[in-house]
């Protein structure tokens, strides 16, 4: 009874097309689930996500589990789950994800899980990392320790979806610092993120990561914008 009045003047809506949710929906309506742009990037190795840092940075594997178009599912997504607090949106992707993920096998010797770190005056206005809830999902499927005290970041940037392509790629190498002991010598580390577009912000990440001796550097991302 309070269930159904609590649905009643507070009703599930689909972070997706708003629509109203069916009883047996999470999140994400059936039709929006079914519409979402996958990249199958698992698929291939070679795929676009690493192209992107060929020359930049040396990475293991890359993957983003949906294209970022304008206007857009994964829009509406991404914008939800970073500005409107809604993180369920992340658990549900990323225990999606973790599985095709787990069942791909390119991310077996994955050691450990490091979100993209907010700055801290940006994460106490928020509130929260917009990652965590996908990055956690994704470290149950694939039974690796997240590590978030790692990777530090230093300065305070606005937001990269305000910024042109030009602005994005310009991202200072001082913008993260690292943090670790000999007991993470020689690791695997998994880096995720929401959005791959120019890779600026990621790179600066790897170059800090990569700082740790013997580190290698594999990435995902919930989505992968073609922009």
Same mark, same amino acid.
Request: hydrophobic share 35%; aromatic share 8%; net charge positive.
């Given at each position: 009874?309070?269930?159904?009045?609590?649905?009643?003047?507070?009703?599930?809506?689909?972070?997706?097309?708003?629509?109203?949710?069916?009883?047996?929906?999470?999140?994400?309506?059936?039709?929006?689930?079914?519409?979402?742009?996958?990249?199958?990037?698992?698929?291939?190795?070679?795929n676009?996500?690493?192209?992107k840092f060929?020359?930049?940075?040396?990475?293991?594997?890359?993957s983003?589990?949906?294209?970022?178009?304008?206007?857009? /599912?994964?829009?509406?997504?991404?914008?939800? !789950?970073?500005? %409107?607090?809604? &993180? *369920?949106? @992340?658990?549900?992707?990323? #225990?999606?994800?973790g599985?095709?993920?787990?069942?791909?096998?390119?991310?077996?010797? /994955?050691?450990?899980?490091?979100p993209?770190? !907010?700055?801290? %005056?940006?994460? &106490? *206005?928020? @509130?929260?990392?917009?990652? #965590?809830?996908?990055?956690?999902?994704?470290?149950?499927?694939?039974?690796?320790?997240?590590?978030?005290?790692?990777?530090?970041?230093?300065?305070?940037?606005?937001?990269q979806? *305000?910024?042109?392509?030009?602005?994005?790629?310009?991202?200072?190498?001082?913008?993260?610092?690292?943090?670790?002991?000999?007991?993470?010598?020689?690791?695997?580390?998994?880096?995720?993120?929401?959005?791959?577009?120019?890779?600026?912000?990621?790179?600066?990440?790897?170059?800090?990561?990569l700082?740790?001796?013997?580190?290698?550097?594999?990435?995902v991302?919930?989505?992968?914008?073609?922009?």
């Open positions: 009874m309070l269930k159904n009045l609590l649905n009643l003047f507070y009703p599930k809506i689909c972070s997706g097309c708003s629509n109203l949710l069916l009883e047996s929906e999470n999140q994400i309506c059936i039709t929006c689930r079914h519409d979402l742009p996958l990249t199958n990037h698992l698929l291939t190795k070679n676009e996500g690493l192209k060929y020359g930049k940075i040396p990475v293991e594997n890359v983003s589990m949906l294209y970022y178009h304008k206007k857009g /599912i994964t829009q509406n997504l991404i914008h939800n !789950l970073k500005y %409107k607090n809604q &993180q *369920k949106i @992340g658990t549900v992707l990323g #225990d999606w994800y599985i095709d993920l787990k069942e791909s096998k390119a991310f077996d010797n /994955i050691d450990f899980v490091i993209v770190p !907010l700055h801290k %005056k940006k994460l &106490q *206005k928020r @509130g929260y990392n917009q990652i #965590d809830t996908f990055c956690e999902s994704i470290s149950k499927k694939l039974n690796k320790e997240i590590k978030k005290e790692v990777l530090i970041r230093k300065e305070y940037a606005e937001t979806s *305000k910024k042109n392509l030009i602005n994005r790629s310009t991202i200072s190498e001082n913008t993260f610092s690292i943090s670790y002991n000999e007991t993470l010598y020689n690791k695997h580390f998994l880096l995720v993120d929401d959005v791959l577009t120019t890779g600026a912000t990621l790179e600066a990440c790897g170059k800090a990561i700082k740790i001796p013997g580190a290698k550097l594999s990435i991302t919930i989505a992968f914008s073609e922009s």
